[in-house]
């Protein structure tokens, strides 16, 4: 058939309908290919946005529990005669495990507590949060300095890991 055959000048024959078939071929395996490729990229780019959302809501998280934490912090220094107090806190990141407190002894007298938990994030400021109720009860309750130290110290060791470390004074 001289429509789907073409002889070429070096003896070799073409069929058009075999080359239109392998060319088709070709297509649809590249289209599945492309489709193929293009599924596997959807489920890339919704996985990055899971992960996107899941990151949001977890820095959200933390600036929310670094906003809790400085609540936890004095408003205001306490009139001390004598003495002009000023405080600035500012933590290395939303959450640590720094603290401080003013604390009203029995006796009428004032003290300042200072803290520092080891390490940095939430986990210290957690237990930040905990130090630093155990230490402010303490304190006002018997009005003891060493002994407040000493039974804050038995407290915490039940929620430390023995790696972890906290330095008051």
Known sequence: DSASTYEMEVGETVNYAQLQMEAATKLVQIS???????????KKVSSLEDKARKADALEKSVKGAGAVQRRLMPKA??????????????PAEHVSGDFFEFVSFPDGRTGFLIGDLAGHGVEAGILMGIAK??????????????????????????????ETFLTAC
């Open 77 to 90: 220094a306490p009139k001390v005669p004598g003495a002009q107090l000023h405080f600035l806190y500012r």
């Open 133 to 162: 109720k155990s230490l402010s009860e303490h304190l006002e309750k018997c009005g003891e300095v060493f002994e407040a130290l000493r039974r804050a110290n038995d407290d915490l060791c039940k929620n430390l890991d023995h």
């Open 32 to 42: 599945m290919q492309t489709e193929l490729e293009w599924v596997d990229m959807e």
